[in-house]
């Protein structure tokens, strides 16, 4: 379903989201360069963010950015402004949400993914005064961009001692959105926690797009489809990297009666995914709605983040979640994973970024 670009005030109180992404119902906001029009504008919003594929409500990344958006709303008393990507769009698309996100008086201007890091760049030079945040990138540099990144690697590392410590035939998978560097640190880091803890593991891999085809993040049916083939193949426990795609993944899992784990949300938690929570072992979680809070507040109090702004284990800025009752009974998984999150922080393990 093609979803249509957003931009409007988000409310303090917010509705469960629904599992699949929909469509929004307003048209394109016009960028109109009205004097009187963008000063009444900018004085309705301060702090914006741009979702990724798949937009809002894909129980995973793009919600976890609007978490934080929506603290930032209630907790320091800002206005807030969402827009939505459209399927198959151009960078001219991203540039010209961004710019009018800008031209309304939003600082800071968000983008949730790597994928906007060239239109942030551009767009940034137009508007040095805003400050621009970008998730999951460090190409693109500049006085007034914060490159907000996480060791993606350090959390699918513990998922990898858990899921080797949860399988039973030995045999587990790894699925991936789209293969592009960033989704490779989760597959390196997974890959390398699954053979420390049992050498003799194997680990089934799979791609469901190939760049520029980004669809991969957004359409469950593949992730689906990808998890039921390594289900065949044996796997007794599935970890998707894949965005809104991952759902298809989780729900593949549950209906086998084998775990799943989930991705930068907490997905046990999800409401969209609540019936399946039973068999969501854990997630690899980012807290990218802190990350977007810090860089709103940072704004908020006249000292703007810039550069790059790295989240990892050691400040529990990546981490694996312990919300199902079943992961904690698991006490000889929970200690391996302890431990290993240990002597990563004491840098006894280093962990790939690469496979």
Known sequence: MRRITRIATVGIASAAL?????????????DSSSSSSSSSESKAASAAIAYDVGGRGDQSFNDAAYAGLEKAEKELKVKTAEAEPTEGESE??????????????????????FSYAPAIEK??????????????????????????????????YLAGVAAAKASKTGTVGFIGGVEVPLIKK??????????????????LSAYLTQPPDFSGFAKPDLGKAAAKGQLDGGADVIYAAAGLAGS??????????KWAIGVDSD???????????????TSVTKDVSLA????????????????????????????????????????????????????????????????
């Not at 989780?250 to 086998?256: D, L, N, P, R, V």
């Not at 989240?311 to 800025?317: A, E, P, S, V």
Request: net charge positive; with cysteine; charged share 25%.
């Open 123 to 156: 767009v940034a030079k137009k508007f040095p005064k805003t400050t621009f945040g970008i998730i999951d990138d460090t190409s693109k540099t500049g006085a007034n961009i914060a490159n907000l990144v996480f060791n993606e690697e350090q959390g699918s």
């Open 248 to 257: 298809g993944a989780i729900e593949a899992a549950s209906s086998a009666g």
């Open 18 to 30: 629904a599992l699949s992404a929909t469509a929004c119902g307003g048209k394109k906001s016009s």
């Open 186 to 203: 989760f597959q390196a880091g997974f890959e390398q926690g699954v053979k420390d803890t049992n050498p003799n593991a194997k680990v």
């Open 92 to 113: 001219a698309d991203k540039v010209q949400r961004l710019t009018e996100l800008a031209r309304k008086g939003n600082n800071p201007v968000i983008g949730v993914g």
């Open 292 to 355: 977007v809070f810090d860089l709103i507040k940072s704004v908020k109090d006249g000292k703007p983040e810039s550069g790059e702004v790295r989240y990892g284990l050691d400040k529990n800025g990546v981490a694996l979640a312990d919300s199902n009752p079943q992961y904690k009974a698991m006490t000889d998984l929970t200690a391996a994973v302890e431990k290993a999150k240990a002597d990563i922080i004491a840098k006894k393990i280093t962990v790939k970024t690469a496979p």
């Open 267 to 281: 997905q046990y938690n999800q409401p969209g995914l609540a019936k399946y929570k039973d068999h969501i072992l």
